[in-house]
């Protein structure tokens, strides 16, 4: 059946210093505010926070497991960081169908990722390819 | 030094199966389009590309290892992915200031990511808040 606008679908993770440790190392991103208690301290989060893109990839894994599904292809993403994630904070990330085009297999959706109470962290729109 | 205009940094990465798969089962995306060979042949790429969020955060990396550097934050990243980056590709991630506010200590830098050929992968722009 094909997607209908107002579809939605939901991720949750909790990032774990494990996650933050395994994301730096695979990307080369050992930005102190994400692994040094010190630094993070003195900055305006007070304590350290996770890397941005580690929840933003959470979007990515919704759109290829669940919606639009398997086969998905990105075409483009937008990420507006609202607030940060620390360790241990459990992130949702929910996307949603807002225009499904008629003549090619390209879908819009609105992006969002909340933490466990509720707070908006990242919002933005994907647009893919679907298979 | 106050960051200037036209300022410009890059950071290279050979994307291996190893990372593909660091990356799926860190943040759950286990897209056959980067994972299952046959899957991928009956695609329009033919075989296994890596995840985009994956050359992404190479972006997210160098923003914090150099250009603005340690302490940087996120606001905000725009990306459109323009070719994909397939298992032994080599990307490079590049930055350019592109506008430096005066009023608060917000940067904004125009991102792009290229292969070993120099094709474009993905381009986009990074707004971030300077430490």
């Given at each position: 059946m094909a997607l209908q606008v107002g579809e939605t679908a939901?991720?949750?993770?909790?990032?774990?210093?494990?996650d933050?440790?395994?994301?730096?190392?695979l990307v080369g991103d050992h930005n102190p505010?994400?692994?040094?208690?010190?630094?993070?301290?003195?900055?305006r989060f007070g304590r350290r926070i996770a890397h941005g893109m580690l929840s933003a990839s959470l979007i990515s894994a919704l759109l290829a497991n669940e919606l639009p599904g398997q086969g998905t292809v990105y075409l483009s993403q937008s990420l507006r960081f609202v607030a940060p994630v620390f360790p241990g904070?459990?992130?949702?990330?929910?996307v949603t169908v807002t225009k499904v085009r008629e003549d090619k297999p390209i879908v819009t959706l609105e992006t969002v990722?909340?933490?466990?109470?509720?707070?908006?962290?990242?919002k933005g729109e994907a647009v893919v390819l679907i298979a």
């Open positions: 939901a991720l949750s993770k909790t990032i774990t210093d494990d933050i440790h395994t994301f730096a190392d505010v994400h692994l040094d208690d010190e630094f993070a301290r003195t900055t904070d459990t992130v949702t990330a929910r990722c909340t933490n466990q109470r509720d707070e908006t962290l990242i």
